[in-house]
């Protein structure tokens, strides 16, 4: 009992398992009702199960049966029976939550309960994967158990035709990885029709791996891009300005980073030269942007070493090959900016269409659920971020892997010397041995010292998905040596050679800590599968990379009172410290660095919704003449407003410039009172012009073509709209970070700039779409006068 008192905060507790073991006894115990049934009364439970749902019933009040009938499924079909710990597993991801499972527990199975029973709502179930080979292979396998049961199975994965991917999407299960989601997700956003969309309302979904494809995945959003023109004479003024420019004067530029900025000069400079009196106003952030990236194309591209110009144009060289990089080209405009620089034909710019990141698209799931070996040491954001908990499952049986202390060399030299010498010392046992690196570049040096010793081994660089799965799966026989980066072949089991387990297991060193406890956890995790025995090393040195990078001052310190043996291993104790004390601060710097990018994505997040929905409204055709009828009111409101602000007295009213605006909406012309100071009063005298319009506009309905052309035009301007808006969000996301000086919190600028150029982009958006209907009735009546 004293050991729960001690257990640390990262594991789960007896009492918080207790209450999934209650209902695994259940199930159990409807073994005997299920067992004896023949394969049709088996399969005859679906129904029965979507009738008690349809009844009112809960999918809580479902579980113990469903489970049942699903591990005698699995018995018959696959000759596998869920063990218990599996079970538990199943209902911790039926719930929502995450199910923390080692490596070889047999999480594939697992996912076969949550999603046969979720599946049973009728609304889609969505099991992703961290490959398309995975996805597949889990379609097959476990599919048979839910086709056996009566249910439909999806396989989701890129370059399908859209006829295929809507079937997929229809089944009650859908298997796919994770991106090609999302992909899905903004190319429905993108339709001309809703029959063209392929995927239906969000319901549940499983995510396999769940830490690696919400957090290590989750750096880089999802874009779709499409070419673009660019503004030719911006690109070339502001290439003309950075060609004048001197670093330190006009820009600071910061050779690790790349980060560019323009200082108090520079942006004079700038100022005097597009004419402008205030470079920060939210309208100037193109032109900035058009600045920043030429001051880049200057600084950081040099011709016919980065790139060299021929036939009028730029071709990229690869730095390490000295090759050409054929068709490539730069994003962001940078490209364009250096065509400027050197005077040849711009080109178009890719632009995005649409983007998402991976967090953004899962949280649109009503429950998320998730597996992992290794998510524990990440509870804390996990819960923060998508309201999930980690639920550690006991193995199946009892692990009985041994985590050696970390060994720690005073240079790199010396540590992988060692590295290669514990390598041939546990070979000549036979003993397999797995080393993790962190790059391929580490793999390759591990690589060397291994062929010093004259040691064979696999090196699993630049090898396809299934080349790696099948190394790393052999990786457990008699005599292997394979090296391989922490990333290779995730997922895929290492089952022992003959005669392995007499001679310890696998042997996994691991050379190097990586930026998250996690990803080590899931290295040592290859090892003491399904309690085989098995041992994990880390052999570290206080060059690593890491300690370079975030420990710079504590190793100097360290270094002054440092032990070493003949060997140059650290004897200190300290050193252990060190090492788990960088290795968190890594980690709280990144955790930090992906929250601020979230908030900074929750502002578009937010936007995105609105006009995914307005888009939406207008492919269903719901309620077109009405939003059209408002876009009219609000867009005459907003006219009248912006020419008569309340808090102006009204001397400086505008109301001649009210009077072009409103009359370019008008069918006839109005004339606005001067004497008017209620801007109320305005909106009356003009209310019977209004209302004849909106007469015209009710008759619209009555007209086929025209209520086909309509939605047309408005997904135009929409799309169109949003566009230029996510490209305005970049430019003053990239401007935010640079404002420093102006003694505001970037995110607070962000948010509310974010949220003026929303509503700056919004509002032109109804008047586009109203102006351009306003002519389109004009020609209307003209055609009909002629008539
Ligand atoms: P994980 O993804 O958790 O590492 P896998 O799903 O790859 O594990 O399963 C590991 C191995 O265990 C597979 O070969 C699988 O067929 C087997 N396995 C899983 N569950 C069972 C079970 N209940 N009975 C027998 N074999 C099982």
């Not at 992703?128 to 086709?147: M, P, S």
């Not at 010396?414 to 080393?435: C, D, F, M, N």
């Not at 060059?543 to 650290?570: L, P, S, T, W």
């Not at 319009?693 to 709209?721: C, S, W, Y």
Request: with cysteine; charged share 30%; hydrophobic share 40%.
């Amino acid at each position: 009992m004293f050991s729960i008192f001690k257990r640390s905060k990262e594991q789960t507790s007896a009492r918080e398992l207790k209450k999934y073991y209650k209902i695994v006894e259940q199930i159990n115990q409807l073994e005997a009702t299920y067992s004896p049934m023949t394969d049709e009364e088996l399969q005859a439970m679906t129904l029965k199960f979507k009738e008690r749902l349809d009844a009112g019933e809960t999918i809580q009040a479902i579980v113990p049966d469903a489970f049942a009938v699903v591990r005698e499924a699995s018995k018959r079909v696959l000759n596998m029976r869920h063990f218990d710990v599996q079970l538990i597993g199943g209902l911790v991801l039926t719930e929502g939550n995450i199910a923390e499972m080692p490596t070889g527990e047999g999480k594939t199975l697992v996912a076969s309960l949550p999603s046969y029973v979720r599946a049973l709502e009728g609304k889609g179930v969505h099991v992703i994967t961290v490959n398309d080979y995975l996805a597949k292979r889990d379609f097959e396998l476990i599919g048979q158990i839910h086709r056996f049961l009566g249910l439909t199975v999806g396989l989701n994965v890129p370059m399908m035709e859209p006829a295929d991917k809507k079937v997929a999407y229809n089944a009650d299960i859908t298997y796919g990885v994770g991106t090609e989601f999302g992909f899905d997700y903004l190319r429905d956003n993108m339709a001309h029709s809703i029959a063209d969309k392929v995927q239906r309302p969000y319901h549940f979904a499983i995510i396999d791996e769940v830490d690696s494809v919400l957090i290590d995945e989750a750096k880089t959003p999802l874009i779709i891009a499409g070419k673009m023109s660019a503004n030719e004479e911006l690109h070339r003024i502001a290439a003309m300005l950075a060609t004048r420019f001197k670093v330190e004067e006009d820009y600071d530029f910061d050779d690790e980073t790349k980060a560019t900025s323009l200082t108090e000069t520079g942006i004079e400079k700038v100022e005097a030269a597009f004419g402008v009196d205030n470079l920060y106003d939210l309208e100037h952030q193109t032109l900035y942007h058009y600045v920043i990236q030429a001051v880049r194309a200057h600084v950081m591209f040099e011709c016919d070493v980065d790139y060299i110009v021929r036939d009028d144009k730029i071709e990229l060289v690869d730095m390490f090959t000295g090759r050409i990089l054929e068709g490539r080209s730069l994003s962001d405009g940078l490209h364009q900016a250096i065509e400027a620089k050197e005077g040849v034909t711009i080109t178009e710019e890719n632009k995005a269409q649409a983007q998402v990141t991976i967090q953004n698209y899962f949280r649109m799931y009503p429950t998320l659920s998730g597996m992992t070996g290794t998510a524990k040491t990440q509870e804390k954001e996990i819960m923060e971020v998508y309201a999930m908990s980690v639920i550690q499952i006991p193995t199946n049986r009892p692990r009985i892997r041994i985590d050696q202390t970390d060994l720690v060399f005073a240079t790199s030299e010396e540590k992988y010397e060692y590295v290669a010498q514990e390598a041939l010392r546990r070979h000549e046992t036979g003993q397999p041995v797995l080393i993790g690196t962190t790059s391929i570049l580490q793999s390759e040096k591990v690589a060397s010292y291994l062929k010093k010793y004259g040691l064979k081994f696999q090196l699993l660089n630049a090898k396809t998905v299934e080349q790696e799965v099948e190394l790393i799966s052999e990786a457990g026989q008699k005599n292997r040596i394979t090296v391989a980066t922490n990333m290779a072949g995730r997922g895929t089991d290492i089952v022992l050679g003959e005669g392995v387990e007499a001679l310890g297991g696998l042997y996994v060193i691991g050379t190097e800590k990586h930026e998250s406890r996690r990803v080590d956890n899931q290295l040592r995790g290859r090892s003491g599968r399904q309690g085989d025995p098995g041992e994990t090393q880390f052999i570290l040195s206080i060059e690593d990379d890491m300690f370079k990078r975030f420990a710079k001052d504590d190793v100097e310190k360290f270094n002054k009172k440092m032990v070493r043996n003949e060997i140059g291993r650290i004897e200190n104790k300290e050193v252990n410290e060190l090492i788990e004390r960088t290795q968190r601060i890594v980690e709280g710097a990144h955790f930090s660095m992906r929250e601020y990018n979230l908030k900074l994505d929750d502002v578009i997040n937010d936007q995105r919704r609105v006009v995914y929905a307005l888009r939406d409204s207008v492919l269903r055709r719901e309620d077109l003449i009405a939003q059209l009828k408002s876009m009219f009111d609000e867009t005459i409101d907003f006219a009248v407003r912006d020419a008569a602000p309340e808090e102006l007295d009204r001397i400086e009213w505008d109301y001649d410039k009210m009077e072009r605006t409103v009359n370019s909406l008008f069918l006839t012309d109005v004339i606005v009172d001067r004497e008017e100071a209620k801007v109320a009063r305005i909106l009356a005298a003009m209310q019977p012009e209004m209302d004849a319009l909106k007469a015209t506009i009710d008759t619209f309905q009555e007209n086929e073509q025209v209520m086909a052309i309509i939605p047309q035009v408005m997904l135009g301007f929409i799309d169109r709209m949003w566009v230029k808006h996510l490209e305005q969000m970049a430019h003053l996301k990239e401007g935010i970070g640079l404002r420093h000086y102006q003694q505001e919190d970037p995110m607070r600028i962000y948010q509310r700039e974010g949220l003026e150029l929303f509503g700056k982009n919004y509002q032109e958006l109804r008047r586009s779409i109203v102006e351009e209907l306003i002519t389109f009735m004009k020609t209307i009546s003209t055609n009909q006068e002629e008539i």
